[in-house]
């Protein structure tokens, strides 16, 4: 059964701060895995998606890598701001007819 | 705006009601998907189209609920004689079925309050 597994489920940060969300998944032969956002009581954002030939992806602030060995991926935020407030996502497939299973999130607190 | 619409935003009903929701997606996308996501909980997958066709149904999707997307665009999903337990947010999101960058947008979804 596929399984995805965030830690920490909250996370709180000063202004300005790097910071790694992590996310771990138990499906060997992974598909793609996205990174999602969302704010309290809205739908998702996608921030980024990592096919499964590719080690890391960019955009901005955020980059994201997979570690099929490990069965991780990372999303990392630079320099963060109060407006990176949310909670974070992760949701891998293992193929393209499969649905994205999602993990529970991370919750996201940056102070001023 | 040409992201994924739901509608409507806040739906609250008496137990034993039937309700209905729609999605439309974004127009180009020939893959739609429903998710239902609680509080403190990620999205758990309910079913999916390509098209016309539903290609896939979780087993959380009980005998109550049925959904259609009768030609190939807009979705409805509907929950008949409805439970305490069906409350939450429930979520579509739609795709362009390609190679392994396939990318789900969703919309902002259908809060559901079963009193």
């Known amino acids: 059964k596929q399984e995805v597994t965030q830690i920490p489920a909250a996370l709180s940060v000063p202004e300005g701060e790097n910071l790694v969300l992590n996310c771990s998944f138990t499906?060997?032969?992974?598909?793609?895995l996205q990174w999602f956002r969302q704010d309290p009581g809205k739908g998702l954002t996608s921030l980024l998606l990592i096919q499964s030939s590719q080690r890391e992806q960019t955009s901005g602030r955020l980059n994201a890598s997979l570690d099929k060995s490990s069965g991780r991926s990372t999303l990392y935020i630079a320099a963060s701001q109060p407006g990176d407030s949310a909670t974070y996502l992760c949701a891998e497939r293992n193929s393209g007819n499969t649905p994205l299973v999602f993990g529970k999130g991370t919750r996201l607190s940056v102070i001023a | 705006d040409t992201g994924v619409s739901q509608d409507p935003r806040h739906k609250i009903t008496k137990r034993g009601q039937n309700v209905t929701f729609r999605c439309d997606p974004i127009s180009e996308h020939n893959r739609l998907y429903w998710y239902r996501q609680t509080l403190g909980q990620g999205p758990e997958f309910l079913t999916y189209f390509q098209n016309e066709a539903q290609l896939e149904k979780s087993r959380l999707l009980s005998d109550r609920f049925s959904a259609e997307r009768p030609k190939g665009s807009f979705s409805t999903l509907e929950i008949q004689r409805t439970e305490q337990g069906d409350s939450a947010m429930y979520l579509c999101a739609s795709s362009a079925r390609s190679a392994t960058n396939e990318k789900l947008f969703f919309g902002s979804g259908t809060q559901l309050s079963v009193l």
């Open positions: 499906d060997s032969a992974i598909y793609n």
